[in-house]
C-alpha cells in the first residue's frame, strides 16, 4: 500500500464550488506538506504543518485553508473554487529531519 | 531566499543518445541538499536523488549520472543511452536549513525540463 495517499484523484468542480482535497500518511511522520503545480512553474507550496497544533502559509496559500485532523492526515480545501486554482495538487510528508520529502499520487482539479 | 533555474524548457533526443539536464541553484546557506525528481506522463513525483551540501562526489546509478559542482552552484543530471522510458518532466529541488533560512525545510523548485526520447 502507498504510504502517503490522496483523494480524489482527479475532480472536476465549478466556480465558486467548495472543495476538499485530503492526504493520509502511514509513514510516522510528524511533518506534512500542501504543493500546486502548475505547467512551467514547477511546484509551490501552499501549506505546510510541522505537527497537529502547527499549521503554517506557504509561498501561495490565499484562497486556501488546511486542516491537520491527525498526525497522519491533511486537508486542502478551497473555500469558493476560481478557474485559477484549476491545477495538480500534492501532499507530502517528512520526518523532523525535513531532508527528504515523500510525495503522494497528486490530485488533478479542474475549476470550470 | 532561494532559487533553482532549470533553463532548458524542453529537450528532445533520439533514442540512445546521451542528454544532460542542467540545475542551478541559489542560496546563502552552506548546508543545503538538491534532489532531482522525475514526473511521468502518470503524473507521479518519483525521487531519484539526494545531495548534501558538504558531499560533492559524483554519482552514478545504471545510466543516470549526477555532477554536483559547488563552485559553479551546478547539479546536472546526465541519461545515458537514453530510452523512451526516460520520457519525463525532470525537476531539481533545493532544500536549505530550516534555522537559518526562518522558515520551514520546504523544497523550492525548479520549473522542470520536458524530456523526450523518441525512437
Known amino acids: 500500500d502507498a504510504d502517503v495517499t490522496q483523494t480524489p484523484r482527479n475532480r472536476i468542480t465549478k466556480t465558486g464550488k467548495r472543495i476538499m482535497l485530503e492526504c493520509s500518511q502511514t509513514k510516522g511522520h510528524d511533518r506534512m506538506y500542501w504543493y500546486r503545480q502548475d505547467p512551467g512553474l514547477g511546484l509551490r507550496l501552499i501549506y505546510y504543518?510541522?505537527?497537529?497544533?502547527?499549521?503554517n502559509k506557504g509561498e501561495i496559500s490565499d484562497g486556501y485553508s488546511v486542516s491537520r485532523q491527525a498526525q497522519a492526515k491533511f486537508s486542502l480545501s478551497l473555500e469558493s473554487a476560481i478557474p485559477n486554482q484549476t491545477a495538480l495538487y500534492f501532499c507530502?510528508?517528512?520526518?523532523?529531519?525535513?531532508?527528504?520529502?515523500?510525495f503522494g499520487p497528486g490530485t488533478r482539479l479542474t475549476v470550470t | 531566499a532561494q532559487k533553482v533555474t532549470q533553463a532548458q524548457t524542453e529537450i528532445s533526443v533520439v533514442e540512445k543518445e546521451d542528454v544532460t539536464l542542467d540545475c542551478v541553484y541559489e542560496t546563502r546557506d552552506t548546508t543545503y541538499y538538491l534532489f532531482w525528481y522525475k514526473q511521468p506522463p502518470s503524473g507521479e513525483l518519483v525521487f531519484l536523488i539526494r545531495?548534501?551540501?558538504?558531499?560533492?562526489q559524483n554519482e552514478i546509478s545504471g545510466r543516470y549520472s549526477w555532477n554536483f559542482q559547488k563552485s559553479t552552484s551546478s547539479f546536472n543530471f546526465t541519461i545515458t543511452a537514453s530510452q523512451v522510458v526516460d520520457s519525463a518532466v525532470y525537476f531539481c529541488?533545493?532544500?536549505?536549513?530550516?534555522?537559518?533560512?526562518?522558515?520551514?525545510?520546504?523544497?523550492?523548485f525548479g520549473s522542470g525540463t520536458q524530456l523526450t526520447v523518441l525512437p
Open positions: 507530502a510528508t517528512s520526518d523532523g529531519t525535513g531532508r527528504e520529502q515523500y
Open positions: 545531495r548534501n551540501s558538504f558531499d560533492e
Open positions: 504543518s510541522f505537527d497537529v497544533k502547527d499549521i
Open positions: 529541488a533545493l532544500s536549505v536549513n530550516p534555522v537559518s533560512s526562518g522558515s520551514a525545510r520546504q523544497l523550492t
